[in-house]
């Protein structure tokens, strides 16, 4: 939006035309949305409270949880509207792909808004019923993966990359739409799994998002795109202004977050912030870099799959409680060692996955 202004003001003094640069553009996403987030972080913190919209906490769960109880949740509507007032404010909102991350984010966080709200001001224990969870999950990653398969131009935008192997990829014509789907909707919920303490999910998420900010830029710029052996999709660096305002909200939103926390994300952010990394490796064409780069949110989703198989069949548990985060806390590990190693895991898989640019 305020590009269109820096423009028109450009004819009367040529240092407007400096917001054209994408990289200040996304300096200033970061620093909006962090803005945004201290600015109206505290009272809505104070509404949640006022409203009793409060966390409920497993009586089966590591009894240091107990006293969480009541905390105000639902805080990640806060994220939802600094990375969509910065995204609106930065971007060339003439662009298809911005608009495109920016609504299935802002979908998905509907959905998690409407679980929210069943469980915790209608006191309906399930919430959203999970096949109508699903179903609308299905129905927004279906419409995203269809339209971006419409929108490709070349091979290579609809190709799945293998990473740190130089020219190779997989041509996958219209299973390009299954892989889309998948990678955004398993991605949401991967990152769902992983809310389960103060902080534990909002900083990988801002670690990733960052990591794949650079592959949206080195995607969007022909040059660097050719040099590096990745994907050129024309347009996609609008992107990046997107992924910094993910980065700033998020930070803003860990101010309030970290341990002990004093609001927690719900769904409303927790499904809104996966399927903005999945939508995002998907437009760059780097999924299974996401795969390697979020390896704590699969490894948290992975775990609940294996407990829940294990039990089914054998009747006994491969963990103490899943999802992984709770095993270690039930194994004598205090909250903030578990979240900050965590943290440490993914610092180091980001590493791992920003080396595929040159390792090829």
């Given at each position: 939006?305020?590009?269109y202004?820096?423009?028109?003001?450009?004819?009367?003094?040529?240092?407007?035309?400096?917001?054209?640069?994408?990289?200040l553009?996304?300096?200033?996403?970061?620093l909006?949305?962090?803005?945004?987030?201290?600015?109206?972080?505290?009272?809505?913190?104070?509404?949640?409270?006022?409203?009793?919209i409060?966390?409920?906490?497993?009586?089966?769960?590591?009894?240091?949880?107990l006293?969480?109880?009541g905390?105000p949740?639902?805080?990640?509507?806060?994220?939802?509207?600094?990375v969509?007032?910065?995204t609106?404010?930065?971007?060339?909102?003439?662009?298809?792909?911005?608009?495109i991350?920016?609504l299935v984010?802002?979908?998905?966080?509907?959905?998690?808004?409407?679980?929210?709200y069943?469980?915790?001001?209608l006191?309906?224990?399930?919430?959203?019923?999970?096949?109508?969870?699903?179903?609308?999950q299905?129905v927004v990653?279906?419409?995203?993966a269809i339209?971006?398969?419409?929108?490709?131009?070349t091979?290579?935008?609809?190709a799945?990359?293998?990473?740190?192997?130089?020219?190779?990829?997989?041509q996958?014509?219209p299973w390009?739409i299954?892989?889309t789907?998948?990678?955004?909707?398993?991605?949401?919920?991967?990152?769902?799994?992983?809310d389960?303490?103060?902080?534990?999910?909002?900083?990988p998420?801002?670690l990733?998002?960052?990591?794949?900010g650079?592959?949206?830029?080195?995607?969007?710029?022909?040059?660097?795109?050719?040099?590096?052996?990745?994907?050129?999709v024309?347009?996609?660096?609008?992107?990046?202004v997107?992924?910094?305002?993910?980065?700033?909200?998020?930070?803003?939103?860990?101010?309030?977050?970290?341990?002990?926390?004093?609001?927690?994300?719900?769904?409303?952010?927790?499904?809104a912030?996966?399927?903005?990394?999945?939508?995002?490796?998907?437009?760059?064409?780097?999924?299974?870099?996401?795969?390697?780069?979020?390896?704590v949110?699969?490894?948290?989703t992975?775990?609940?799959?294996?407990?829940?198989?294990s039990?089914?069949?054998?009747?006994?548990?491969?963990?103490?409680m899943?999802?992984?985060?709770?095993?270690?806390?039930?194994?004598?590990?205090?909250?903030?060692r578990?979240?900050?190693?965590?943290w440490i895991v993914?610092v180091?898989l980001?590493?791992?996955?920003?080396?595929?640019l040159?390792?090829?």
């Open positions: 939006m305020l590009l202004l820096t423009d028109w003001l450009t004819q009367f003094s040529s240092g407007f035309s400096v917001f054209r640069y994408l990289t553009r996304g300096i200033l996403g970061v909006t949305a962090l803005i945004i987030s201290f600015v109206i972080g505290p009272a809505m913190i104070r509404r949640l409270r006022q409203y009793k409060g966390q409920t906490v497993r009586d089966d769960g590591p009894q240091s949880h006293s969480k109880a905390t949740t639902m805080g990640g509507a806060l994220m939802l509207v600094g969509g007032i910065s609106l404010l930065w971007s060339n909102l003439a662009n298809v792909y911005v608009w991350v920016l984010t802002l979908a998905f966080g509907v959905i998690g808004l409407v679980d929210d069943k469980k915790l001001v006191r309906n224990p399930r919430g959203l019923a999970a096949r109508y969870k699903y179903l609308w299905s990653g279906l419409i995203a339209l971006l398969f419409v929108l490709a131009e091979p290579a935008e609809t799945l990359l293998i990473p740190y192997l130089k020219d190779v990829s997989l996958l014509g390009y299954l892989l789907y998948l990678v955004i909707v398993g991605s949401s919920n991967a990152v769902n799994l992983t389960g303490l103060d902080g534990l999910a909002v900083m998420t801002v990733v998002a960052g990591a794949l650079i592959f949206v830029y080195a995607s969007g710029h022909a040059n660097f795109a050719d040099y590096l052996r990745i994907p050129s024309p347009g996609v660096g609008e992107v990046v997107f992924c910094s305002a993910l980065v700033g909200a998020g930070l803003g939103f860990l101010w309030f977050n970290a341990y002990p926390a004093q609001v927690f994300m719900g769904d409303v952010g927790a499904l912030l996966g399927a903005a990394l999945g939508v995002v490796a998907v437009v760059v064409r780097q999924e299974l870099v996401l795969l390697i780069m979020g390896g949110f699969v490894a948290e992975l775990s609940v799959m294996l407990q829940v198989a039990f089914k069949m054998t009747g006994k548990r491969i963990f103490r899943a999802p992984l985060h709770h095993h270690f806390e039930l194994q004598g590990w205090p909250e903030p578990v979240i900050v190693r965590f993914t180091i980001v590493l791992v996955g920003l080396a595929s040159k390792i090829r």
